[in-house]
T-cell receptor, first 115, second 115 residues
């Protein structure tokens, strides 16, 4: 079964609203989680690296105030898209590192559509 | 249900030897296929992708993969590996089903190139 749960799998929202996406590691503690964004038929783009108990590290070009990342516990990281606009419509996916076995596991993704 | 299977969790190989990393998938709908590489402490990088057309796909760093629909496989190959190819490799499929996009990763294959 899935070891990383990402919720919701899809969401439609109005322009200007905020959307929160959750990423949970189900049976391991994840000190590090990654957030990616994908446009159709393109590769994943790393947005940020989320470390438990500290601020996320954002990739160049990713707006920190727009994409808020919180990694408050060892099993949960959240990505909040603030004041969403249609250009934020995309597929977002998280991954979590199980440092015990040095493996990376992926959520199943969230399709965000901003109207 | 859709799934991606990477049969080998670890593959040791000597430098300049050829390598094949295996990937099989299961899906009742059409899929796009990807291979990603992750170097230590970095995010995923796209090696190559198959969307349509020629079943032999060439990617970066001398890698190539062949889509075999009858065998539902997308094995990754390189004729001569380098030490710098040591990394974790992920096979992934992207598909649209039940009104939403999904992105499913395999569990990864750790390639270790030996001198």
């Amino acid at each position: 079964g899935a070891v990383v749960s990402q919720h919701p799998s899809w969401v439609i929202c109005k322009s200007g609203t905020s959307v929160k996406i959750e990423c949970r590691s189900l049976d391991f503690q994840a000190t590090t989680m990654f957030w990616y964004r994908q446009f159709p038929k393109q590769s994943l783009m790393l947005m940020a690296t989320s470390n438990e108990g500290s601020k996320a590290t954002y990739e160049q070009g990713v707006e920190k105030d727009k994409f808020l990342i919180n990694h408050a516990s060892l099993t949960l990281s959240t990505l909040t898209v603030t004041s969403a606009h249609p250009e934020d419509s995309s597929f977002y996916i998280c991954s979590a590192r199980d440092s015990q076995v040095e493996k990376l596991f992926f959520g199943s993704g969230t399709q965000l559509s901003v109207l | 249900a859709q799934s991606v299977t990477q049969l080998d969790s670890q593959v040791p190989v000597f430098e300049e030897a050829p390598v094949e990393l295996r990937c099989n998938y299961s899906s009742s709908v059409s899929v796009y296929l990807f291979w990603y590489v992750q170097y230590p402490n970095q995010g995923l990088q796209l090696l190559l992708k198959y969307l349509s057309g020629s079943t032999l796909v060439k990617g970066i760093n001398g890698f190539e993969a062949e889509f075999n629909k009858s065998q539902t496989s997308f094995h990754l190959r390189k004729p001569s590996v380098h030490i710098s190819d040591t990394a974790e490799y992920f096979c992934a499929v992207s598909l649209y089903t039940s009104g939403t996009y999904k992105y499913i990763f395999g569990t990864g294959t750790r390639l270790k190139v030996l001198a």
